[in-house]
């Protein structure tokens, strides 16, 4: 038997549940990873609520977990029982004392990336990695405006964007946020609950506004990251905080100067299995450099995931959040 966290109807932090499972053996090309860490992640809250749908009723929740391979599946090549791995991306169900997943979304842990951390920054590094290389690959003395900057991916991209030379303004919701956005090498940061964002971007900008703006906050921000955008600028709409942005007519992009606009995914990224060890690559060496440091500002038993997600909804987390089994 193994403990998970499972629910049978959506809705709020009460329909998680903690049950025993049958614990289950890899299929073919599967491993089963005993978890020691867990990563908690916003789009868990969009499963569990219903924006976002689940395959099956009843489901397991996360995708994200580091531990240690205890079975082993038929055809699977490099991994073997005792492996030290971390995961992202599996399917639903992470949220576990064992997890069974295809092998190809596991990777090798270095040695120098202990279990919390890879939990807490497997999916949100990886998440930076291909915002800030890929999707618009920042360059030094590049200035950028990234929202929710203390949070779990914030502070994440708050260092990477330092470690690229670039100057980081980061959205936060007050005093403490703005000061830890800072620490982690946010340029400047915007306290939206007392500061109009526009304003202070032409300000710190000195009119030129920026070229690109990392927006997961969504509905609430949708035009307001427009307008801090230069002519010909780039939206990256990556997430949902606020709800959906829906019903955009797309001439606001002519009005407001020939911007662009994507609305990317991990899993549009991380697509193939080179695409995925190249990003994890770049990711650990940030992590084994000290460029990047995981900020794994609470820890939660697995029991407690509805608390976790709790905190996480109504912004009372900064950095990121691990469940412990
Ligand atoms: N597309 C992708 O590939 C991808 C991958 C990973 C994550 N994401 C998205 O990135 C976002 C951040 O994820 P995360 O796990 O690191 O979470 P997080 O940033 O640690 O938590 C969300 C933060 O959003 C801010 N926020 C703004 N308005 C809010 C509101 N009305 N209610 C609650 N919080 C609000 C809060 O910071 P303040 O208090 O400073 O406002 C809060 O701490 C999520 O939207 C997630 O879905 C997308």
């Not at 606009?261 to 193939?272: I, N």
């Not at 500002?297 to 109504?314: G, K, V, Y």
Request: with cysteine.
């Amino acid at each position: 038997m193994t403990k998970a966290i499972r629910f049978s109807r959506t809705g709020g932090p009460e329909v998680l549940e903690f049950l025993d499972m049958d614990t289950r053996e890899p299929g073919p090309g599967e491993i089963r990873v005993s978890n020691r860490a867990i990563g908690l992640n916003y789009i868990e809250i969009y499963f569990r609520s219903g924006v976002y749908p689940v395959p099956g009723l009843p489901s397991g929740l996360g995708t994200e977990g580091a531990g240690v391979v205890d079975a082993v599946g038929e055809g699977v090549t490099g991994f073997a029982v005792g492996d030290r791995v971390a995961y992202a991306q599996a399917p639903l169900g992470s949220y576990a004392e064992q997890h069974v997943l295809p092998a190809d979304k596991a990777i090798q842990l270095p040695d120098a990336v202990d279990f919390e951390t890879a939990a807490a920054t497997m999916l949100k590094g990886l998440t930076v990695q291909y915002l800030l290389r890929q999707t618009w690959p920042v360059k030094a003395g590049e200035t950028i405006l990234f929202h929710a900057a203390a949070g779990g991916v914030g502070l994440i991209a708050c260092q990477w964007a330092r470690a690229l030379g670039a100057k980081l303004i980061g959205t936060v919701s007050g005093p403490e946020k703005a000061k830890l956005a800072l620490d982690h090498g946010a340029w400047a940061t915007i306290n939206y609950k007392e500061e109009n964002i526009v304003e202070r971007v032409r300000e710190l900008t000195g009119g030129d506004m920026v070229p690109v703006v990392y927006d997961s906050v969504g509905k609430d921000t949708w035009e307001t990251s427009l307008d801090c955008l230069q002519k010909r600028g780039l939206m990256v709409s990556f997430g949902n905080t606020t709800g959906p942005v829906s019903g955009v007519n797309i001439g606001i992009l002519n009005q407001k100067g020939s911007l662009f606009v994507t609305r990317p995914s991990l899993a549009g990224y991380a697509d193939t299995r080179p695409r995925f060890e190249a990003m994890c690559g770049e990711l650990f060496e940030m992590l084994a450099s000290g460029d990047i440091t995981a900020d794994i500002n609470q820890r939660f038993p697995l029991a407690d995931a509805a608390r976790a997600h709790e905190a996480l909804a109504s912004g009372q987390t900064t950095g990121s959040t691990v469940l412990l089994p």
